[in-house]
T-cell receptor
Framework: DAGVTQSPTHLIKTRGQQVTLRCSPI?????VSWYQQVLGQGPQFIFQ?????ERGRGNFPDRFSARQFPNYSSELNVNALLLGDSALYLC???WGGGANTEAFFGQGTRLTVV | QQQVKQSPQSLIVQKGGISIINCAYE??????FPWYQQFPGKGPALLIA?????SEKKEGRFTISFNKSAKQFSLHIMDSQPGDSATYFC?????????????FGKGTRLSVIA
């Protein structure tokens, strides 16, 4: 079975631009979460979606938005990019939204804002 | 406020030695404690996880020790190998249905030298 797949793997954008990152969860998984990992730090929670509904949001500005599609894939959008948005963006999928399910991460999208 | 504090920041261990990484948490509502391993350019991969109803869990060369009263948990890697060289993250999550994200430590960069 394929793991969590993210696209693109690398991306370079200019300040002020907008970016869309994509994630396909493991087959059968209904929960997708997004994390931002700045170089040298642990991942920071951005959003969680379960059954196409937002179930949680981290401490990120409104420039960050996401959605989940009927096939459980997800997109993360970031508007008005800042240099500080440069990071590895990780998608994690879980079978359900509850506490007793493991989270599996994709390899991430490396976003560089210049 | 850092909810999960991880130490040391970096660690160098001789091949065959024991690697020990420690984490402390504040929120007593956390009830799921995983450890992730991350190689450069990859997403975090779940290594082993523990819940607070047990004090120790072992999987192969990896052991988690958990001290609920001290609100601390640690990862022990026995017979450390060069292939274990990676960044390790502890994390914690509250046990409730739905929107409970992982809270990560800042990571420990482990180097196992021959």
């Amino acid at each position: 079975d394929a793991g969590v797949t993210q696209s693109p793997t690398h991306l370079i954008k200019t300040r002020g631009q907008q970016v869309t990152l994509r994630c396909s969860p493991i087959s059968g998984h209904k929960s997708v979460s997004w994390y931002q990992q700045v170089l040298g730090q642990g991942p920071q929670f951005i959003f969680q979606y379960y059954e196409k509904e937002e179930r949680g949001r981290g401490n990120f500005p409104d420039r960050f938005s996401a959605r989940q599609f009927p096939n459980y894939s997800s997109e993360l959008n970031v508007n008005a990019l800042l240099l500080g948005d440069s990071a590895l963006y990780l998608c994690a999928s879980r079978w359900g939204g509850g506490a007793n399910t493991e989270a599996f991460f994709g390899q991430g999208t490396r976003l560089t804002v210049v | 406020q850092q909810q999960v504090k991880q130490s040391p920041q970096s660690l160098i261990v001789q091949k065959g030695g024991i690697s020990i990484i420690n984490c402390a948490y504040e929120n007593t509502a956390f009830d799921y404690f995983p450890w992730y391993q991350q190689f450069p350019g990859k997403g975090p991969a779940l290594l082993i996880a523990i819940r607070p109803d047990v004090s120790e869990k072992k999987e192969g060369r990896f052991t988690i020790s958990f001290n609920k009263s001290a609100k601390q948990f640690s990862l022990h890697i026995m017979d450390s190998q060069p292939g274990d060289s990676a960044t390790y993250f502890c994390a914690a999550r509250k046990g409730s249905a739905g929107n409970t994200p992982l809270v990560f430590g800042k990571g420990t960069r482990l180097s196992v030298i021959a």
